[in-house]
T-cell receptor, first 112, second 116 residues
Framework: SQKIEQNSEALNIQEGKTATLTCNYT??????LQWYRQDPGRGPVFLLL?????KEKRKERLKVTFDTTLKQSLFHITASQPADSATYLC???????????FGGGTRLMVKP | GAVVSQHPSRVICKSGTSVKIECRSL??????MFWYRQFPKQSLMLMAT?????????EQGVEKDKFLINHASLTLSTLTVTSAHPEDSSFYIC????????????FGDGTRLSIL
């Protein structure tokens, strides 16, 4: 079965810096990979989806890369703000594309 | 955007009580809904996949008689925790999938269940 690994330690960065979060998967390369944001006591909110044939995708201050050779996705937040502080979850689809497997998430803390 | 409403947001009840949680897609039809459980500082663990008009598919280790799922319409799925015990205390989250496959899931805001 697919295992999704994210750094369980919190990432602390200074406001204005770029935050980079890592997601590694261990088994088959998924056709799609997604990133979600989760705030305490709330459900996850979808941020970005990247397909296996896309190396990079951007949305405002967010950038996601997908390296099928390394079996890794990187999630970047540029010009980070304290409001970006949250837990970020990586998720991949199963082969049928109808179920997601989530990583453990990485907590990001942006300090003013 | 696609909105999923989950109710109630918090439940505190005595051991042995059955608790029903509702998940509604407000502005789209969801053939498939998912129920997750999340423990503190851990990720979401899929409990079951709920398909409208058919029986839910449960993940390994999840008791179907304990966690009853009913997906009665394209906009409503319910999870009933039967005869809840303290070990059932957790954060339960639903999500809905508009259309079929390879799309983002839209999540409710979760239900914090505390069994005394």
């Amino acid at each position: 079965s697919q295992k999704i690994e994210q750094n369980s330690e919190a990432l602390n960065i200074q406001e204005g810096k770029t935050a980079t979060l890592t997601c590694n998967y261990t088994n088959y390369s998924p056709a799609y990979l997604q990133w979600y944001r989760q705030d305490p006591g709330r459900g996850p909110v979808f941020l970005l989806l990247i397909r296996e044939n896309e190396k990079e995708k951007r949305k405002e201050r967010l950038k996601v890369t997908f390296d099928t050779t390394l079996k890794q996705s990187l999630f970047h937040i540029t010009a980070s703000q304290p409001a970006d502080s949250a837990t970020y979850l990586c998720a991949v689809h199963n082969n049928a594309g109808n179920m997601l497997t989530f990583g453990g998430g990485t907590r990001l803390m942006v300090k003013p | 955007g696609a909105v999923v409403s989950q109710h109630p947001s918090r439940v505190i009840c005595k051991s042995g009580t059955s608790v029903k949680i509702e998940c509604r897609s407000l502005d789209f039809q969801a053939t498939t809904m998912f129920w997750y459980r999340q423990f503190p500082k851990q990720s979401l663990m899929l409990m079951a996949t709920s398909n409208e008009g058919s029986k839910a598919t449960y993940e390994q280790g999840v008791e179907k008689d304990k966690f009853l799922i009913n997906h009665a319409s394209l906009t409503l799925s319910t999870l009933t925790v039967t005869s809840a015990h303290p070990e059932d205390s957790s954060f339960y989250i639903c999500s809905a999938l508009p259309g079929t496959g390879n799309q983002p899931q839209h999540f409710g805001d979760g239900t914090r269940l505390s069994i005394l």
